[in-house]
């Protein structure tokens, strides 16, 4: 669950930015049509497919909620903000954000397949989602919106006969930060955080392909500072 040291959304703003999301009339409904694995108003798949299609299976570890209150600001040059709350979703945000990262994965052709079971000779993803944070900037002229999305993916290899360990073949973190103009009736953060959501999975498909971890018929690639993409460990924060 997300938390906060900040005030939260207000119940009756609450209501009404999740009234936006809808269609008219749909607030008289349960709130089971906020899932964004499943409403396309929230979230809209990538259609990421790559170019080279990987030949290396891939296990996808359970998501991992990373997230953290300790750093979040309570206001902004003097103004308050509010923090959304993970309770309007039907489901746990890391049961969300985990189904849609398996499936875009499962689309992409980044791996030969994915895999229920983890082998040895498997690679293995270890996912963690770092922010998943949405809600609201007071400010003279209304208010803001916001949302942020930050994923972490560390891919192991397979196991090492010698020391029965997997290495680390790469560690990125991608992130996307959205925020609105002032307004008096701004978008819903609900549905804001759904293109940061998207356009952090763009990142991370991309940031994958990139790095040929899926493709063991690619050498290691010297990039001219001294890592080999395709094999190396790769440690950085992505937020371009």
Partial sequence: MQAHRSRSIPAALTLFLICGLLLPGACA????????????RLYLDVAYQTRIPGDRELFVAPLVDARTADDLPVHDRGF?????????????????????????LGDSGLFHNIVSKASPQ?????????????????AVGGARAFAEVGLRLRVLGAVDAGTGERPVL?????????????????VSPYLLVGVALRTTMQKTLTGLDTSN????????????????????????EASR
Avoid: C
């Fill in 170 to 186: 790469y560690d990125e973190t991608f992130s996307e930060r959205q925020i609105t103009e002032p307004s008096m009736r701004p």
């Fill in 80 to 104: 308050p903000i509010s923090y959304g709350s993970d309770g309007v979703w039907e489901r746990p945000v890391r049961d969300m954000v985990d189904e849609i990262l398996a499936r875009q």
């Fill in 213 to 236: 971890v899926g493709r063991s018929f690619v050498p290691a690639i010297d990039d001219g500072r001294g890592n080999a993409t395709a094999t190396a460990s790769a440690s950085h």
């Fill in 29 to 40: 409904l349960p709130s089971r049509t906020l899932d964004m694995a499943t409403n396309e």
């Fill in 122 to 138: 498997s690679l293995v993803l270890a996912p963690s989602l770092e922010k998943f944070t949405t809600g609201a900037v007071e």
